[in-house]
């Protein structure tokens, strides 16, 4: 089962729960107080073999928020004044000097890049854009259409919000007044309607907040700060289209909507992870550590082979692409197929058939007879021009594995063919990093970014697309044993 056919699932089940309460007539309104020792986020997602989840320095469980936490989605309703705890977690406190962004593959955030000035790209806020005056979260195991997990805006004084940490130990509650739809434009030109696409993003208040508490609705909520202000910095911060030294916009909010239409609207196209799907998800995330250690132990018996490593591997893995490509790609998106601490072979190696796999399912092919990946046209939604399979099969063992080596090169040139990039985060220790071990490949959408001022540091800062000191470990290319 993939993550997007779990989604279809709970969707159902998620819009039959929430029509339910709408009905129902005797809702009670939760108390305004919760002490934080009922908000510690428990771990419970990341209970498995060691070999496939991290644990912290004191060999404890880390905690994934997003799965860790029951989002109480069932105190989402049409009246204002009933509407309290949607639990959510911080990854962006207000006036924070970083964007933050969260890794569902590892449950951690790490640091995006870090605020300037900005001018507002859509001029319709006169000054200069720093720091957010709102804080953002996540709301967990809720998707939203782009099956992402679910943003949140809040606006209260931060000291009645939880305090932010790099690595979220509590959750929050908040009182949805209603909602924005935040079009994004991955691939310029922006002219077609099709090309921008929606997400919605909760707007809420925190019920231990008596001055904005004691709102009715949005349009009190938005008189009641800087509103022009909060749109410029969310239209602005995740960055612009740059073509021929002049930028175009690549986000832009094109509904403000209040709590009814937020209802109707994430009924319409958000999905949850509900408890009795968690039985479903599960079962899936098993079938993916038995792939892992299906591979791993294959190509573990043919390093031991005293001839013809690098033949059999091509074998094996040409028929395990053929047949397990698409869910070995889905099982890489969620479930960890390492841990650094246990096996550092394993992670590595994993790490780079992970890269041939995001290479080839986002538009790119290796060539064994160019030993080089190159540009993939899409013949339709479903299907590239080239068939990595049929080109795996003429491929010698000879040139086959270098694939792995120039995937990493393939990923730099990912940017400038379709805008996407990817980069692999060890451990983000930057300036403003959240600290925090999390040996996965992170996706960025791969907009520019100035700040207004040249004086000032530029806001983003260099990285490398996958550490130098790593290498693809290559199988014995022949019968003296030489290795590559």
Known sequence: ???????????????????????????????????????VIRASWNKLPPRFAHRDDSDAIVTNPFFDIDPMIGNFKDKETDNYGIHYFVTNPADTKYLYDFDLYSGKLYREREFCAQDDIWKNYGGDLMTPNFTMGIIPRIYDQNKEPMKILIISDKDSIEPFKEQPVRFDNARILGSLVIDHCENFPCDLTEKWKPSQMLVGVSPRDERYNSLNNFTELKNKIDWSYARGILTNMNGYHKVGGKVYPAYRISRELNLKDSLAYFNKTSSKVTAENFVKLNEWRVGCMKLYDSVWDESEKIRALKYGQADKFLTFFKDFYLKNSNEFYECSKLVRPANIVEDHRRLWFFSYLQAFTLLEKNGFYYSCFDNAWAYNARVDENKFYV??????????????????????????????????????????????????????????????????????????????????????????????????
């Open 1 to 39: 089962m993939t993550i997007c056919q779990l989604q279809n699932i709970t969707k159902s089940i998620l819009l039959t729960s929430l029509s339910a309460f709408l009905f129902y007539s005797c809702a009670q309104t939760a108390p305004k107080e919760n002490k934080a020792d009922d908000r």
């Open 387 to 484: 068939d990595q399979n049929k080109e795996m099969a003429r491929c010698r063992a000879k040139n086959f594995e270098s694939a792995f080596d120039q995937a990493i090169n393939g990923m730099s040139l990912m940017r400038n063919s379709t805008n996407r990039q990817y980069r692999f985060v060890e451990y983000d220790s930057a300036k403003g990093g959240s600290h925090q071990k999390i040996y996965g490949w992170i996706h960025l959408a791969a907009q520019n970014y100035a700040c207004k001022y040249a004086s000032k540091t530029p806001n983003q800062i260099p990285f490398e697309v996958f550490p130098q000191d790593v290498g693809w470990e290559y199988f014995k290319q022949d019968e003296q044993g030489l290795v590559k």
